[in-house]
């Protein structure tokens, strides 16, 4: 099996990768309802796992219960065993390729790579989190009073047996004290480590095992110094680094994907410092993503989860935007792209390619302030139609915990399974007021948009149930955002953001409803178009005859057109509006 012989490589091989992950995310979903509606609530039920539901039995992540049917952390990773068990390697295909892997990053590692991946390994891990906020950065060091003795990298190796300055990384009676109190809740409760797990497995690090992975040159002592038993699978740092990001995604949503992509790279550094294997971070991202939503579903953290969450909402955090800080994360592609390749590291898939995808118990409660308008049952829908396909190693967990895919899962809904209402409070704020759901959207249902709010459609969709607007506003901002069924418009502003849009079935336009276009542009109605209510023509310039609308034929007229300067009007011919004067 070939694998990536240069670091740079893997951006273009993930972008690849990308593809042939969508579509069988689509198909894995959605093949099978294409002669008959799928069974919807049987798709979104949990799956039980032999140890029961993650968020129920969590509590028992502890050294007191050590198999994979007591201990559920355990019990989500023991995939592994199909590679590795009883201190024997089954699969020594997958883990030459593992090792392979992680030789070749620590190999092509870059200056920035190694003072990240430094910073990463000897920072506390709620702090080295905070660089993911941004812009919003410099109010959160300054509100939750973070601190940190490490800001750089050495030009020679650390000392043997050297102990880093103990820093208490923020306060929790600060400003934002409820956050911090939150993500150290997550990450540092009796429940959330590592330690059972790995003496399950006893999977020795690679740079114990093969000298082809270098060790960063700033930590070659301390990775001599570990203890015997410091194990690899999974990763203790990638836990908690899924554990701190996601909490604080919880808490300022705002920066949902910045902090998951955040979390991947925690991983990333460790591979990089040669402390783990690729599948290590694998399984670290499995627990991490499970105990936060473990966490985040226990009744009693529901009081201190409200607080952080007005905490960060406050001037303290989302009213402190510095628009001069650094970004790491600005680039969205670039995040996107790198999440997805940490998912599956390459790895092929080569397990059963064939199980459809399966939302785990409580797993919602983790989209629940970044799709606020969604209630619990939509959010898993959300997850279970953005979710990766089966097959890759480590990620096929009995409830599905390895499969979900946050990122694409923050922007909406992957598909339609059946019809979907959408109620946004504009009132309410955040992203109750306004938000863009990316994702290519396919299926059977309807989208009915509803409330005052704005909710923007930027991929190119196929749904073909149709699309109803009951109020606020609709925002077309790809060609085919509006899939290939009928539009109905009975109130509200659908706003045409891309310059050319295309209705591929019937447009129906109500009284009290306005299209919104720009002098520019051009809506093309496939079948029939019933006019009625207000044409909004905004920015552009107007060229007389230009065809705004065309339409196989039409019935009706807008009531009132806006936007045109004293002289200009439009005209109604038996396939188009035009521009006139």
């Not at 995939?79 to 089954?90: E, T």
């Not at 620590?106 to 506390?124: A, G, K, M, V």
């Not at 939150?182 to 797990?197: E, H, I, Q, R």
């Not at 989302?318 to 592609?333: I, M, R």
């Amino acid at each position: 099996m070939k694998t990536r012989q240069h670091i740079w490589t893997r951006r273009a091989a993930a972008m690849l990768s990308l593809v042939a992950v969508t579509l069988p995310m689509v198909t894995n979903v959605t093949t099978a309802s294409a002669k008959a509606k799928p069974d919807v609530a049987a798709l979104l039920k949990p799956h039980k796992a032999n140890y029961g539901y993650f968020v129920d039995t969590y509590q028992h992540n502890t050294d007191d219960f050590k198999t994979p049917t007591t201990n559920p952390v355990i019990g989500l990773v023991d995939g592994f065993s199909n590679y590795w068990s009883a201190g024997k390697a089954v699969d020594k295909d997958i883990l030459n390729l593992n090792l392979q892997k992680t030789a070749e990053i620590t190999q092509n590692r870059t200056p920035s790579d190694s003072t990240r991946s430094f910073l990463t390994d000897q920072q506390n891990r709620q702090y080295a989190t905070i660089r993911a906020l941004g812009p919003y950065a410099p109010a959160f060091i300054k509100n939750a009073d973070a601190k940190t003795a490490i800001s750089s990298m050495p030009d020679q190796p650390l000392p043997h047996h050297y102990k880093s300055k103990k820093v208490t990384w923020a306060s929790p009676e600060s400003q934002l004290g409820p956050v911090v109190q939150l993500m150290n809740l997550t990450k540092d409760s009796p429940f959330s480590g590592t330690n059972a797990v790995k003496h399950y497995f006893d999977f020795v690090r690679p740079y114990r095992v093969s000298d082809t992975v270098k060790p960063l040159p700033a930590l070659v002592n301390s990775m001599a110094d570990a203890a015997k038993d410091s194990y690899d699978f999974p990763s203790g740092h990638t836990t908690g680094g899924f554990e701190t990001s996601l909490s604080l995604a919880y808490a300022f949503p705002q920066r949902f994907q910045e902090l998951a992509t955040r979390g991947s790279e925690v991983g990333f550094d460790r591979v990089i410092a040669g402390r783990h294997t690729p599948l290590a971070v694998m399984g670290g991202r499995l627990v991490g993503t499970a105990i936060t939503a473990a966490t985040l579903s226990d009744s009693n953290n529901q009081t201190l989860m409200k607080d952080a969450y007005q905490s960060a909402q406050s001037v303290a955090l989302l009213g402190s935007k510095d628009t001069n800080a650094s970004d790491d994360f600005s680039d969205y592609e670039k995040n996107r792209e790198d999440y997805r390749y940490r998912m599956t590291y390459g790895f092929e898939q080569s397990g059963d390619t064939h199980q459809a995808m399966r939302v785990p118990k409580g797993a919602e409660v983790l989209l629940k302030t970044r799709l606020p308008y969604l209630n619990a049952t939509q959010r898993r829908a959300v997850l279970l139609t953005t979710g990766m396909p089966s097959g890759y190693p480590v990620m096929d967990d009995a409830e599905g915990w390895g499969r979900l895919d946050l990122f694409s899962a923050a922007n909406g809904y992957g598909a339609f399974l059946n019809n979907v209402k959408v109620n946004m409070n504009a009132k309410k704020g955040t992203f109750n007021a306004k938000d863009t759901w990316k994702n290519a959207i396919s299926g059977t249902g309807k989208l009915t948009k509803a409330g005052t709010g704005q909710l923007t459609l930027s991929g190119a969709n196929t749904f073909s149930g149709g699309t109803v607007l009951q109020g606020g506003t609709l925002q077309v901002a790809n060609t085919a955002a509006l899939g290939t069924g009928t539009v109905n418009l009975t109130k509200g502003n659908l706003k045409l953001a891309a310059t050319k849009v295309t209705v591929r079935g019937q447009f129906q336009q109500g009284k009290k409803a306005q299209l919104t276009l720009s002098r520019a542009g051009h809506l093309t109605i496939k079948k029939t178009a019933k006019l009625n209510g207000t044409l909004k023509l905004t920015k552009g310039d107007l060229k007389k005859g230009a065809k705004l609308i065309t339409y196989k034929k039409h019935t009706g007229k807008f009531k009132h057109v806006q936007g045109l300067p004293k002289g200009w009007h439009v005209t109604y011919t038996q396939h188009a509006v035009k521009l006139a004067k």
